[in-house]
């Protein structure tokens, strides 16, 4: 199982630093509603997470993703195409930032948080964890990893679950910030917020360019084997 843990770890975090979702959570956060649609776009994030990884599992496993041989050229096959296509977002991230002063650009519905229920918030973040292309392609190479390890049903569910976790902290951390904090965390979140606005497209070029390359890697070496 140290093995499924260990080669999720780093793509975990990869998308635990997910700009654009931090920023939503503080968003929601400081408005009115932010003790409820805060934490629930926590859930939301935390169930599209655990959700796109258990259903990669259920396909890949009983499709044949390790024997005795090692993994299946075609596991090898699939994390060369999700790498692949994390450095396309990569070129597509970095053609997309902001020039010189120019303000970066946040999506128009983002004025309109103030306003969001709980459920609305619930699904936002099933969606960033769920659907941004990001985190869907890291997560799932991380269940691809967990797959090819050979580890049992229970292990996988262990080494999902960890994965979960780690990959929620950049989410959970603002939420945590403002419970401890109460009304003092206004100007943490605030701080924390316009510095992601900022730097989010380099932070994203950043992230699948070494993901995207770590998948390849191992891609390349799996099916050179």
């Given at each position: 199982?140290?093995i499924?843990?260990?080669?999720t770890?780093?793509l975990?975090?990869g998308?635990?630093?997910?700009p654009l979702a931090v920023?939503t959570?503080?968003l929601?956060?400081?408005?009115?509603r932010g003790?409820?649609?805060?934490?629930?776009f926590?859930?939301?994030w935390?169930?599209?997470l655990a959700?796109?990884a258990t259903v990669?599992l259920?396909v890949?496993?009983p499709?044949g993703?390790?024997s005795?041989d090692?993994p299946?050229?075609?596991?090898?096959?699939?994390?060369l195409?999700?790498?692949?296509?994390?450095?396309?977002?990569a070129v597509?991230?970095?053609r997309a930032?902001p020039?010189?002063?120019?303000?970066?650009d946040?999506?128009?519905?983002m004025d309109a948080?103030?306003a969001?229920t709980?459920g609305r918030a619930l699904?936002l973040?099933?969606v960033?964890s769920?659907v941004k292309?990001?985190?869907?392609?890291?997560?799932?190479?991380?269940?691809s990893?967990?797959?090819?390890?050979?580890?049992?049903?229970g292990q996988?569910?262990?080494?999902?679950?960890?994965?979960?976790?780690?990959?929620s902290?950049?989410?959970a951390g603002p939420v945590?910030?403002y419970v401890v904090?109460?009304?003092g965390?206004r100007t943490v979140?605030?701080?924390?917020?316009?510095?992601?606005?900022?730097?989010?497209?380099?932070?994203?070029?950043v992230?699948?360019?070494v993901f995207?390359?770590v998948?390849?890697g191992?891609?390349?070496?799996?099916?050179?084997?």
């Amino acid at each position: 199982m140290g093995i499924a843990i260990g080669g999720t770890l780093p793509l975990a975090v990869g998308v635990a630093i997910s700009p654009l979702a931090v920023i939503t959570v503080i968003l929601l956060l400081v408005t009115p509603r932010g003790g409820v649609t805060g934490p629930a776009f926590l859930v939301g994030w935390l169930l599209g997470l655990a959700a796109v990884a258990t259903v990669v599992l259920l396909v890949v496993e009983p499709a044949g993703a390790s024997s005795a041989d090692g993994p299946a050229t075609w596991v090898g096959t699939l994390q060369l195409v999700v790498g692949l296509a994390l450095l396309a977002v990569a070129v597509q991230q970095w053609r997309a930032r902001p020039r010189g002063d120019d303000e970066p650009d946040t999506p128009k519905w983002m004025d309109a948080v103030d306003a969001f229920t709980a459920g609305r918030a619930l699904a936002l973040g099933a969606v960033f964890s769920g659907v941004k292309p990001k985190n869907l392609l890291l997560t799932v190479g991380a269940a691809s990893l967990i797959a090819e390890s050979g580890v049992g049903a229970g292990q996988a569910a262990l080494a999902l679950g960890i994965y979960v976790g780690i990959a929620s902290i950049g989410i959970a951390g603002p939420v945590v910030i403002y419970v401890v904090l109460g009304t003092g965390a206004r100007t943490v979140l605030e701080e924390i917020k316009s510095w992601m606005i900022r730097h989010n497209a380099a932070i994203m070029t950043v992230l699948c360019v070494v993901f995207g390359t770590v998948l390849i890697g191992d891609a390349i070496g799996g099916l050179g084997t």
